[in-house]
């Protein structure tokens, strides 16, 4: 079974803190996306990588960066948190030119 | 942008079908997902459609229309473990297999 692992299930931030989210996969897969969802917004695209050390903006990018330096690990780093940034975070990955995206099991973000 | 619309609600009785519908504008296509969300937990794959017509797949089924930019998920012999959002999304692009979702329809099974 594919397994996609977060470091953790909830967080409490405070404004201004930076944060690291981290998500590991342990199937090999080149390409690994994050995604916040939000009620009545569904999941939005924030980046993805295709390969180590290789990233690009999906459709909400402001405010966040990645880092992949190792196949199996792609971070999310919030450099200076804001309430906005209140949400769950999903990481995915999936096989080089396979389209089906397997889950992690989130990070639901608070900043106070 | 993209643009993927699907109902926000439905509820329905344990034992009954259930067809969640899923309309999209978008840029381009190469193919649709559905995928199902427990509350709290990570999505699951459900279906891929890239072709027109029915993919059955045990008590669910998925159907595409490319022409029409339709799709829909009929749930059948619904079981109380069946509630849960469903998540359609599309991928608009050729090159690269970026996923743009709805917003998701929350299915609630009554007994």
């Known amino acids: 079974d594919v397994k996609v692992t977060q470091s953790s299930r909830y967080l409490v931030k405070r404004t201004g803190e930076k944060v690291f989210l981290e998500c590991v996969q342990d199937?090999?897969?080149?390409?690994m996306f994050w995604y916040r969802q939000d009620p009545g917004l569904g999941l939005r695209l924030i980046y993805f990588?295709?390969?180590?050390?290789?990233?690009e903006k999906g459709d909400i990018p402001e405010g966040y960066s990645v880092s992949r330096e190792k196949k199996e690990r792609f971070s999310l780093i919030l450099e200076s948190a804001s309430t906005n940034q209140t949400s769950m975070y999903l990481c995915?990955?999936?096989?080089?030119?396979?389209?089906?995206?397997?889950f992690g099991p989130g990070t639901r973000l608070l900043v106070l | 942008g993209q643009n993927i619309d699907q109902p926000t609600e439905m509820t329905a009785t344990e034992g009954a079908i259930v067809q969640i519908n899923c309309t999209y504008q978008?840029?381009?296509?190469?193919?649709l997902f559905w995928y199902q969300q427990h509350a709290g937990e990570a999505p699951t794959f459900l279906s891929y459609?890239?072709?027109?017509g029915l993919e059955e797949k045990g008590r669910f089924s998925s159907f595409l229309s490319r022409s029409k930019g339709y799709s829909y998920l009929l749930l059948k012999e619904l079981q109380m473990k069946d509630s849960a959002s469903y998540l359609c999304?599309?991928?608009?692009?050729?090159?690269?297999?970026?996923?743009?979702f709805g917003a998701g329809t929350t299915v609630t099974v009554r007994a």
């Open positions: 995915a990955s999936s096989p080089q030119n396979q389209e089906t995206q397997y």
């Open positions: 199937m090999d897969h080149e390409n």
């Open positions: 990588s295709y390969d180590v050390k290789m990233k």
């Open positions: 978008t840029s381009g296509f190469n193919g």
């Open positions: 459609n890239v072709l027109d």
């Open positions: 999304a599309v991928i608009p692009g050729t090159n690269d297999y970026k996923l743009s």
